[in-house]
Nanobody, 116 residues
């Protein structure tokens, strides 16, 4: 099983980034997908989730209206479009595939830094 995040980097406040998470080795279309983030000295927190059919999404209040999660089951990839970025969005971003409580896979993370 592989989950490989990409698209992180350094961006100025107010800017945008699109993260990708490419999946392999499991039945992607059967899993919900989520993006988490972890800032230095803080716990990992859930940012956004999308369910297996792509029809249902939910967002943390801190990112609602600025971030959009999407998935392409044919390409086995999940995306996170991040707009209007703020310094407090600086974190390592992780994708997670999950089906129930115990059937989960994590990626290795990609760094996002928002700074002028």
């Amino acid at each position: 099983v592989q989950l490989v995040e990409s698209g992180g980097g350094l961006v100025q406040p107010g800017g945008s980034l699109r993260l990708s998470c490419a999946a392999a080795g499991f039945t992607f279309s059967s899993y919900a997908m989520s993006w988490y983030r972890q800032a230095p000295g803080k716990e990992r927190e859930l940012g956004a989730s999308i369910y297996s059919d792509g029809g249902s999404t939910n967002y943390a209040e801190s990112v609602k209206g600025r971030f959009t999660i999407a998935r392409d089951n044919a390409a086995t990839t999940v995306y996170l479009q991040m707009n209007s970025l703020k310094p407090e969005d600086t974190a390592v971003y992780y994708c997670k595939a999950w089906r129930g409580l115990w059937d989960t896979y994590w990626g290795q993370g990609t760094q996002v830094t928002v700074s002028s």
